[in-house]
């Protein structure tokens, strides 16, 4: 055998050994291929990019003439290249602000005087005369802060009338603060009610009366029974929805609603429905939730959102209501909502509860009713209940500082029309935003309240889809209805993707930026001007969600102050980068400056994130000269509320802190004190900012005698 034949055979064991190996990968692949079948590789399909940003926000504070570098992060967190460019929003400087007005002259209502009259005692609001200056909210740039500033000055006012609460629960009136109004509710006789006539303090006494629900069109009247919802099927984008080209701005634009908060004060809502669950505030995910500063209940003290006549949840659905199966029936998918039940099952709703239902949407707090949390107040709040007192106040305080921390009241016109001047009290208010209802083909409904509302002003404001919309209801399901109070829930919704698109938005420009974006129609019935000014039927026209939006969005402008670079690339998977951003004091007035950088993408679910930048150009600090500082009443008793009072001058912000020499000490230009020993005690108040600082001492003198806690009766 030659050396040729003695090498075959191992050929050809070498050769089967590879052939053997190549068919268990090929049966291995295959087998692989067959567990994988049907499956989708996240790693290699529906590739995408994704963007990062930090920080969120930029401030600086300068000198005049002072230069600052700030460094902004962008990271492509995607699977894709992530293409950037960075443009500029201008701003504006914020406003003054103003001052509220007084309350009018003492008055018993005669309604609660008749019902003393008659024997017995009554539940009444006591609407005190003084009212909170809180013009310097318009001041802060910072929307938590100005909240919390709101709710401090509040609060402070409310002290001020400690001794009158305190009188109250000796005579066993159940009294109930109500901060937002500086009111008390407390059932009273007409010995109490002719005692209060005469106080100082007192500026009105008002029955506690009901304000219904605004309800649907008469010829669809509904109550908490279930109707019948078999027939209603989806239609993926409701025709309301795009009427107002809300899906158009999401798609567009990428802004759903995400970041705002819309409060509803009405008849509850059914939280778990599934077309609300997911943008309910107090959802925690996983089947967790928390209902703490995100549910109350004024009627029955329930610990979980419940609904038992529908309206509040037929609202809800329209501000944000998406299953994510087709039933996409709310104006701002991405928004959370949060809620108070007002009002009962039959849909009354009283003044008290009401008032107490403010209160909470400024500052909510827990199911205990401890700890207020003014951080957690919403942007929006929504009310879809009122009367025909026509230009009734008795909401214009509680409006007010709601407007003063920058939160918006929507209100339904109310079902008054065709008549004019039917709009429904509070919407008649020039403090809301009123929407009136128009149906598929921009007509206004027949039951749609006209104008002019209070003092011959415009009214509604807007107007917006309120025929034959579909929104959720009890049981899970979902019903056709018509009403201005879904008219409401568009406008709410529509402010909401408003904030969402530009946090930073006034209420004077949020409105400006709905009027002048509507769809303007003329019709004379009821006042009013010819397009493109506003009428008593249509308001300033039917909103228009995507020209909103885009109006914020398309907003591309120079900001002289500010300079980015680079202002465009391509970043890798992974791959970050940093902008410088140079804020430039030169040539500017001391004030705060505010603007946006819309930093657009390619990522598909944020297209364009904004990016607040605030440059605060600092006066020359003026010292601190304590100009008043007093207290009464002048010769207190032991034991009895001291109120501490001062004033001063210099450059803002001003901290005030009080020493009262036993050990006790109390912040803010107002303080309250007691003294449980009689004598002579000296008060020393420091008063700083951030160049100087001022002091003032008082001597106040105790007296020993005991203290009797009685309101004087001053007869006419």
Not at 5 to 10: D, G, L, M, R
Not at 34 to 42: Q, R
Not at 126 to 144: F, K
Request: net charge negative; proline share 7%; hydrophobic share 40%.
């Amino acid at each position: 055998m030659t050396a040729i034949q003695k090498s075959k055979p191992v050929l050809l064991c070498l050769w089967l050994a590879v052939a053997c190996l190549l068919g268990v990968f090929a049966i291995m692949d295959a087998s692989i291929a067959t567990a994988n079948a049907g499956k989708i590789n996240p790693g290699f399909s529906n590739l995408q990019p994704g963007i990062i940003i930090s920080p969120t926000e930029l401030q600086a504070v300068l000198s005049p003439g002072e230069q600052l570098t700030q460094t902004l992060w962008i990271t492509n967190t995607g699977d894709s290249p992530l293409s950037i460019s960075i443009y500029e929003m201008s701003g504006t400087v914020r406003d003054d602000g103003s001052s509220f007005a007084p309350v009018a002259n003492p008055l018993i209502d005669l309604q609660v005087q008749a019902q003393a009259e008659s024997g017995g005692s009554r539940r009444a609001i006591i609407s005190l005369r003084e009212q909170p200056d809180l013009s310097g909210a318009y001041q802060i740039t910072d929307g938590v802060l100005r909240v919390q500033y709101v709710y401090d000055r509040l609060v402070q006012v409310v002290s001020h009338s400690q001794e009158l609460f305190q009188w109250l629960e000796l005579q066993g009136a159940e009294p109930q603060r109500l901060w937002i109004a500086n009111a008390i509710a407390a059932t009273l006789d007409a010995e109490q009610l002719e005692a209060l006539a005469g106080s100082p303090l007192v500026g009105q006494v008002s029955p506690n009366r009901q304000y219904p629900i605004i309800t649907n069109d008469p010829s669809q009247a509904m109550g908490p029974e279930l109707p019948d919802i078999a027939s209603v099927q989806p239609n993926s984008v409701e025709w309301n929805i795009a009427k107002i080209r809300a899906d158009e701005a999401w798609d567009t634009f990428g802004v759903r609603g995400q970041g705002a908060v819309v409060g509803i004060i009405d008849t509850g809502v059914m939280y778990d429905h599934p077309a609300l669950v997911n943008s309910y505030r107090g959802n925690l995910g996983g089947g967790s939730f928390d209902h703490n500063y995100n549910w109350y209940d004024f009627v029955d003290g329930l610990p979980e959102p419940y609904d038992g006549n529908g309206h509040g949840t037929m609202g809800a659905g329209i501000v944000s209501g998406d299953d994510g199966e087709g039933n996409q029936i709310g104006v701002a998918p991405g928004a959370r909502w949060i809620a108070v039940r007002a009002c009962d099952d039959g849909g009354g709703c009283t003044y008290e509860d009401l008032l107490a239902s403010l209160d909470w949407m400024l500052a909510p707090h827990k199911l205990d009713g401890s700890d207020p949390d003014p951080s957690k107040a919403p942007d929006v709040v929504l009310g879809m209940w009122g009367s025909f007192n026509h230009c009734d106040p008795a909401f214009q305080a509680s409006l007010q500082a709601l407007i003063a921390a920058n939160i918006l009241p929507v209100f339904a016109a109310g079902g008054g029309g065709p008549g004019c001047m039917t709009v429904s009290n509070p919407a008649d208010l020039a403090e809301t935003l009123t929407a009136g209802a128009t149906d598929q083909d921009d007509l206004i409904a027949p039951f749609s309240a006209r104008g002019p509302g209070c003092n011959g002003i415009i009214k509604p404001d807007v107007s917006a889809p309120g025929v034959d919309i579909r929104t959720s209801y009890l049981g899970g399901g979902y019903i056709t209805t018509s009403g201005t109070s879904w008219s409401a829930a568009h406008s709410a919704g529509a402010a909401a993707m408003l904030f969402s698109a530009d946090p930073l938005l006034s209420l004077d420009q949020l409105r400006g930026i709905l009027y002048t974006t509507a769809v303007c129609i003329d019709d004379g019935q009821c006042g009013g001007g010819t397009c493109p000014d506003p009428n008593n039927v249509y308001g300033h026209g039917r909103i228009d969600v995507f020209e909103a939006v885009a109006s914020i969005i398309g907003q591309v402008d120079n900001i002289p102050w500010l300079d980015e670079s680079p202002t465009a690339g391509t970043l890798e998977p992974g791959e970050s980068t940093t902008i410088s951003v140079t804020f430039d004091a030169a040539g500017l007035e001391p004030g705060t400056y505010t603007g946006r950088l819309d930093v657009a993408s390619d990522d598909p679910l944020n297209p364009h994130v904004l990016v607040p930048v605030t440059l605060t150009v600092s006066a020359p600090c003026e010292p601190v000269e304590i100009t008043y500082a007093g207290f009464a009443p002048p010769n207190p008793l032991v034991d009895e509320v001291i109120i501490f009072t001062a004033t001063a001058s210099g450059t803002l912000p001003l901290s005030y802190l009080w020493d009262f020499g036993d050990g006790s000490t109390a912040e803010g230009d107002v303080a309250t004190h007691s003294f449980s020993l009689p004598g002579l005690h000296t008060v020393s108040l420091d008063v700083e900012n951030t160049c100087s600082a001022d002091q003032a001492s008082l001597e106040v003198n105790v007296e020993v005698i005991l203290k009797r806690i009685l309101l004087p009766i001053i007869r006419r």
